[in-house]
């Protein structure tokens, strides 16, 4: 590769990883958060790496790098953990624009994939609280990379490379044995082939080990302390109780619906015509059969594995197939656009890929006179809920904190409070971080994390005898008044 083309990579993709930085960065949640982003918060704080709610939920590499963010001196703790989905999301734009420069060896469709990821809705919407998707993102597109630099040039390293990403992946997310699996036949079908030697597999090999040591420190550290290792393997493979979930294979109709509507949702523009374009023409395209086979064969897989999956959050599980179909975005663009000399065209799409923004500012408020149902608890409080889910911006957003300072101004003395898991957090946030109201007892339904007293720990009687024991009520809370409920008066 000549240096000034090298010179010109390495600008475009400083530039693309600043630009998409600053978006973070300036719609990012500035403290404590509800739901999952709160257990992360939550668990980052006690050096957490591994959870309560199975192996497969504890995402070790994403805690361990909070745990490290957590020991910076600078600015709110929570501010601080939420950046890390940030910064993860501004690396991963940039690799989805690294990936499609090298590939395609210009500028525009690379950039229009990018901006169609950054601004992708729940791309964007986790990209500015506490959760591991961007991470994970940022490290499937780092593969990609490595893969397309291996079939482009035959150099070994960027094998290592790939399964040292990998390794990282499966640190950070399940979602990384669907790359896994994928990968292994590929260097299997190499080696049957003699394109690598048995060292070069061993070498792959041990670097994949060596990026996925936090998951297998902890699979290794649960199997000694319980000894049964059916069990291990699945709270590694599904947590404590997903396995239904996961190998679900039922499709209702409200399911294929609410579905469509999201994946529709995170791409608003005319645009997505590329994604069909780049299908149809991957096969002219590729650089070579084996990178494509893998590239489609990821692209079914994280879109069956989302469709039908049935948890509560299950969108956000489509972030991996977002980052493939923004791929084929720009080869899409690539394809139909060369083949018009119109610069009007260009300006258009550019135009077009900025859509989503003002979209994003109206349906909510569309949404909400229509009361569309929204794939949300709805009883908040603080929060409304078409505002928090369809606009993915959390800039300025403190309803967590409110709620907090709010539930302890009303509380006088010794007091219990049962949370359920939602609202638990952001007391805890507020009790143990900002060190507020250490004579009150924080409860919840179940621990997802070390050291959370759980409601069942001991009888009713018991927490009575510790002091008035109330009841959080978020429905009330919802208009911001009578937010507890004495138990028994």
């Known amino acids: ?120 809705h729940t791309f964007w919407r986790h990209a500015v609280i506490a959760e591991d998707y961007t991470l994970y993102a940022a490290l499937l597109l780092a593969e990609l990379v490595m893969l397309l630099q291996y079939v482009k040039t035959k150099r070994m390293v960027f094998l290592y490379f790939l399964g040292l990403f990998n390794g990282l992946a499966i640190a950070t997310h399940m979602f990384a044995s669907i790359g896994f699996i994928c990968y292994l036949i590929f260097l299997v079908v190499l080696l049957v082939k003699k394109q690598i030697s048995i060292r070069d597999f061993g070498i792959v090999t041990g670097l994949w080990i060596i990026g996925a040591v936090p998951y297998e420190y902890l699979i290794i550290n649960k199997y000694i302390q319980t000894g049964d290792f059916t069990a291990t393997l699945a709270s590694a493979l599904f947590g404590n109780r997903w396995q239904s979930n996961v190998f679900n294979i039922g499709l209702s109709a409200n399911l294929i619906k609410e579905n469509l509507i999201l994946m529709a949702y995170n791409f608003p523009t005319p645009n997505v015509i590329f994604f069909f374009t780049g299908l149809y023409g991957l096969k002219k395209i590729s650089p070579d059969r084996g990178f494509r086979n893998i590239l489609l064969a990821l692209l079914v897989l994280f879109f069956v594995f989302a469709f039908r999956y049935t948890v509560p959050d299950r969108y956000a599980f489509f972030i991996p197939f977002y980052c493939l ?84 101004a009303k509380l006088e003395g010794v007091a219990v409070v049962y949370a359920d898991n939602t609202m638990v957090y952001p007391l805890l946030y507020r009790q143990q971080v900002k060190g507020q109201r250490a004579d009150i007892r924080i409860i919840s339904q179940y621990a997802s994390s070390e050291g959370l007293p759980v409601l069942s720990d001991k009888p009713l009687e018991t927490w009575l005898s510790e002091g008035d024991v109330y009841a959080v009520s978020p429905v009330r809370g919802s208009k911001g008044d009578g937010i507890l409920w004495k138990i028994i008066e």
């Open 325 to 408: 179909a923004c791929v084929l975005i720009g080869v899409g663009f690539d394809l139909l656009i060369s083949l018009s000399h119109h610069k009007i065209l260009v300006y258009l799409v550019l135009i077009l890929s900025l859509f989503p923004v003002p979209v994003y500012v109206v349906a909510p408020i569309a949404a909400e006179s229509m009361e569309f149902n929204l794939p949300t608890r709805g009883d908040v409080p603080y929060r409304n809920d078409y505002t928090w889910f369809l606009r993915p911006w959390k800039t300025g957003y403190r309803g967590a904190a409110q709620f907090a300072d709010e539930v302890f």
């Open 1 to 120: 590769m000549k240096s000034s083309n090298l010179s010109n990579i390495k600008v475009g993709y400083s530039a693309v990883l600043l630009s998409a930085a600053v978006l973070y960065i300036a719609t990012c949640a500035p403290g404590p958060l509800w739901q999952d982003s709160g257990v992360y918060q939550y668990r980052i704080w006690h050096n957490d790496i591994e959870g309560k709610l199975g192996l497969a939920l504890s995402h070790p590499l994403y805690h361990i790098i909070g745990i490290l963010v957590k020991s910076i001196p600078i600015g709110e703790f929570g501010y601080r953990v939420n950046l890390i989905s940030a910064f993860a999301g501004a690396f991963a734009v940039a690799n989805l624009f690294l990936l499609l420069r090298l590939w395609l060896k210009k500028n525009l469709p690379a950039i229009i994939a990018a901006i169609t990821l950054a601004l992708s």
